[in-house]
């Protein structure tokens, strides 16, 4: 059995008004990863998720890649155990 494990990871550039949080929740959704991805106030976007280690990297690349309209400049990652608080992967506002 694989371990779950706890991703956040702060995304920068014109991530703001381009559909990346629905392009994050559609990506998460796939993957089979739970969490949230919310807008914050320094116009970046944050993205805590849940899961296994191969599928929360493979949304970290999704992240780097983002929307078309995007413009994706960093994305900066820490790892951390999970705490299996999530269910589902949604937005926070």
Do not use: C, I
């Not at 706890?6 to 559609?26: D, I, K, N, P, S």
């Amino acid at each position: 059995m694989e371990e779950t494990v706890r991703l956040q990871a702060t995304v920068h550039g014109r991530v703001q008004g381009v559909g990346f949080r629905h392009f994050t929740m559609q990506r998460a959704g796939e993957l089979g990863l739970a969490g949230y991805v919310k807008n914050r106030w320094n116009r970046t976007v944050e993205v805590v998720a849940e899961g296994n280690r191969e599928s929360l990297e493979a949304l970290v690349s999704h992240l780097h890649a983002g929307p078309r309209a995007a413009n994706v400049t960093r994305v900066d990652s820490v790892w951390l155990p999970a705490t299996g608080e999530f269910h589902d992967f949604g937005p926070r506002f």
